[in-house]
Nanobody, 128 residues
Framework: QVQLVESGGGLVQAGGSLRLSCAASGRTFSVYMMGWFRQAPGKEREFVAA????????DYADSAKGRFTMSRDNAKNTVYLQMNSLKPEDTAVYYCAADSRPPYYSRTSPLSSRYDDWGPGTQDTVSS
């Protein structure tokens, strides 16, 4: 089991920015596809962004394109989600996820079933 811990969530005004971080345990982080998902009150969990093992490929939900950027630093066992131009509808609990069990997926996937370990989540609230 890989331990994941999100940080960087908080309260921000509409139009502002937040940067989320997700730190992972283990010595094989560099082979994991990583993803960000979110869940708003009364809504189902939805895909936000994914990045492949090397960071050379990313994928975003339509709602995130042009505003959010996912990146990773394998030397630090950390992935990031830079969120700009935030809107009230971005308010949600954001979860970090890892494809941390073999076979390891070499691309990106928006499917939650592709991910094996999840962080506890961090609350992002965007006020109007």
């Amino acid at each position: 089991q890989v331990q994941l811990v999100e940080s960087g969530g908080g309260l921000v005004q509409a139009g502002g920015s937040l940067r989320l971080s997700c730190a992972a345990s283990g010595r094989t982080f560099s082979v994991y596809m990583m993803g960000w998902f979110r869940q708003a009150p009364g809504k189902e969990r939805e895909f936000v962004a994914a990045i492949n093992w090397s960071g050379g490929s990313t994928d975003y939900a339509d709602s995130a394109k042009g505003r959010f950027t996912m990146s990773r630093d394998n030397a630090k066992n950390t992935v990031y989600l830079q969120m700009n131009s935030l809107k009230p509808e971005d308010t949600a609990v954001y979860y970090c996820a890892a494809d941390s069990r073999p076979p390891y997926y070499s691309r990106t996937s928006p499917l939650s079933s592709r991910y094996d370990d999840w962080g506890p989540g961090t609350q992002d609230t965007v006020s109007s």
